[in-house]
């Protein structure tokens, strides 16, 4: 990934028209079928040659919804096969074999913990 939009999003829409690579969908085409917006992991670029910041995190109202997610590369891509989105259902993607671009001076850590893109 990526980035990841937690249960606290209220589907006000900002972020959507922000992203310069489609990678988010409203609640409608919420692939996993819970009523949030999503971020497919397969498909976000972190904004990385787009903006210095995830557009998304910075036009969203709510605070701590955007978070970082693990990186949609190499090994650590195994963790969107496990059931690792909200509520224990499974991320959904549509190109299981993509490569994506991230952010390397954001830590393992705070992907791992989710830390808040935007404080
Ligand atoms: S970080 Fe950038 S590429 Fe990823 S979902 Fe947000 S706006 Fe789209
Ligand atoms: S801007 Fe934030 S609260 Fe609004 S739809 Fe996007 S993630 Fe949800």
């Known amino acids: 990934m990526a980035v990841f939009i937690n249960d606290t999003c209220i589907n006000c829409g900002a972020c959507i028209d922000e992203c310069p690579v489609e990678a988010i969908v409203d609640e409608d085409d919420n692939p996993t079928g819970e009523e949030l917006y999503y971020v497919y992991p397969d498909k976000c670029v ?42 224990g ?9 993509a490569e994506m671009p991230f952010r390397e001076d954001i830590s393992d850590e705070a992907r791992a913990n989710r830390e808040n893109v935007v404080d």
């Open 46 to 87: 972190e904004c990385v040659d787009h903006h210095d910041e995830p557009a998304c995190a910075t036009s969203c109202p709510t605070e701590g919804c955007i978070t970082w997610d693990h990186k949609f590369a190499g090994d650590d891509k195994a963790f969107f096969n496990g059931p690792n989105y909200v509520d």
């Open 89 to 97: 259902k499974d991320y959904v993607m549509e190109d299981a074999d």
